[in-house]
């Protein structure tokens, strides 16, 4: 019985040197936690919680919005008197799992936020700025329309879940060391002419913009229209 015990001993001691020895590594190179308390007596929480997250329109923007003050204020108060957060959010769907019948078994969500940070002053000062983007999808329920609705309503709140998550990151790298954040390439939009449409008055046909994959909704079965919500400039 002693045997084992010290043996069992004898294997827990290495496995604690083992899962120690990565980490002063890391912090030999340089890597230090993006949470710890600086020199100064600071922290990157104590800044997070100094944000005031202007307000986002529309259903989307507000679980956008409530989930970015969650992650940037944690378990504290907030003492909003330092920055101002202004952000926006586009959700957009594409059908996939196309099946015969021209019919999708599944839906894929685009998410995507743009971020912006200014000083709280009497002449706001821009500070940074940076993009955000996710993945995520839902199976297609067929005349079940409560259980489809509350699949999107969960499916939107997980993406606006993630992208808080990301923002806050992204806002306390900055704090940390003022690295700017990445900021998503503008791209020209890509337009199609549709086929299953009759020139307009002025003998234009009409023409359908690029999904996020690079192909219109009339090739794909994409359907429904992507979801925004922008500034709220009302809100300081």
């Known amino acids: 019985m002693g045997f084992r015990k010290n043996h069992a001993g004898g ?14 590594l890391l912090a030999g190179c340089g890597f230090q ?3 710890k308390e600086q020199s100064s007596g ?16 529309d259903r989307d923007g507000q679980m956008f919005r409530l989930a970015l003050q969650q992650h940037m204020a944690g378990a504290g108060p907030e003492e909003p008197d330092g ?26 969500m685009n998410g995507a936020a743009h971020w912006e940070l200014y000083t709280v002053a ?3 000062q821009f500070v940074a700025s940076g993009d955000a983007s996710t993945m995520d999808g839902m199976e297609v329920t067929y005349q079940q329309m409560f259980a489809q609705s509350m699949n999107t309503e969960t499916v939107h709140a997980r993406v606006a879940e993630t992208l808080a998550a990301e923002v ?7 704090f940390r060391n003022h690295t700017q954040a990445p900021v998503a390439p503008k791209e020209t939009p890509t337009y199609y002419p549709r086929s299953d449409a009759i020139p307009d008055s002025n003998n234009q046909q009409p023409v359908e913009a690029a999904g ?25």
């Open 168 to 174: 806050t990151q992204q806002v306390a790298i900055w």
């Open 83 to 108: 920055y101002v957060l202004r952000a926006n959010l586009s959700i957009g769907q594409e059908a996939i799992d196309i099946h015969s019948d021209n019919t999708s078994g599944r839906t894929r």
């Open 33 to 35: 936690p993006l949470y």
């Open 122 to 124: 009497e002449h706001p």
């Open 42 to 57: 600071t922290s990157v929480s104590d800044e997070l919680k100094r944000i005031y997250v202007a307000g986002i329109p």
């Open 11 to 24: 294997i827990w001691c290495r496995w604690r040197i083992a899962a120690v020895f990565p980490v002063l």
């Open 212 to 236: 996020p994959d690079g192909m219109p909704a009339m090739a794909t079965g994409r359907g429904g229209e992507s979801s925004g919500s922008g500034f709220d400039n009302n809100n300081n």
